[in-house]
């Protein structure tokens, strides 16, 4: 496995937004944790469920688009899920995604303790 040895990246301020949006709906958020090969914006630990909240170029990029899919490959090995939210949605909507992202990861992690 090629690991990427980037110094940790520091927050962006769309998704701290984001992190103290879930945070004041009871959810715990860890910012820019390594799993091994890579930095991720931001994690759901409970829920295992790895959130990157991304610029344009992660979608008008191809090779963008095949780093996320490698870097989406190794976090589903690990056994996370990956959702990527641009960051126009999350300024547009962040009430909606944040109660959506909440009660998703609460539902993902009781299906995970009856598993």
């Known amino acids: 496995m090629l690991k990427i040895t980037h110094p940790k990246p520091e927050p962006t301020k769309i998704a701290l937004e984001l992190k103290e949006a ?16 890579k930095y991720i914006d931001m ?8 959130i990157e909240v991304d610029g344009i170029h992660h979608l008008t990029s191809s090779e963008q688009i095949l780093k996320d899919l ?5 976090s589903n090995q690990d056994g996370y899920n990956t ?9 547009k909507y962040l009430k909606e995604i ?6 998703a990861s609460k539902i993902k992690e009781q299906k995970m303790h009856v598993n």
């Open 83 to 91: 959702i990527h939210i641009p960051n126009e949605m999350v300024r």
């Open 70 to 74: 490698n870097r989406g490959y190794w």
């Open 43 to 50: 994690e759901i630990p409970k829920a295992k469920l790895d």
């Open 98 to 103: 944040s109660k959506a992202l909440a009660e």
């Open 22 to 37: 879930l945070e004041n709906l009871g959810v715990e958020v860890k910012m820019e944790p390594f799993d091994g090969y």
